[in-house]
């Protein structure tokens, strides 16, 4: 999801479809561990990262990358924990 010629908008879909769809299938029936949620939780940093891209820091006059509140801030979406958390047979 590097490529310059795809929106971030567009991006943020395939994300939504394509990446959440995998995590998340048959995840009701199973149980997670706080390892596992963490390794969940950083690779879909790193998928949202990777897409949203750099940003210019005009105080410092440099490229940097999101921070995990910028992120969440920006996506204003649930992350996949939640998302398995909600879908859960009871």
Do not use: C, Q
């Not at 995840?27 to 997670?32: R, V």
Request: hydrophobic share 35%; proline share 2%; aromatic share 6%.
């Amino acid at each position: 999801m590097v490529t310059k010629n795809i929106s971030k908008k567009l991006k943020l879909r395939l994300k939504n479809t394509i990446i959440d769809k995998v995590l998340t299938y048959a995840s009701e029936t199973g149980t997670l561990t706080m390892r596992d949620r963490e390794h969940l939780n950083v690779f879909e940093r790193k998928v949202y990262r990777r897409s949203l891209g750099p940003v210019y820091d005009k105080e410092k006059e440099n490229w940097r990358i999101l921070t995990n509140t910028e992120i969440y801030a920006n996506v204003k979406k649930p992350t996949v924990i939640e998302t398995i958390r909600l879908n859960r047979l009871r």
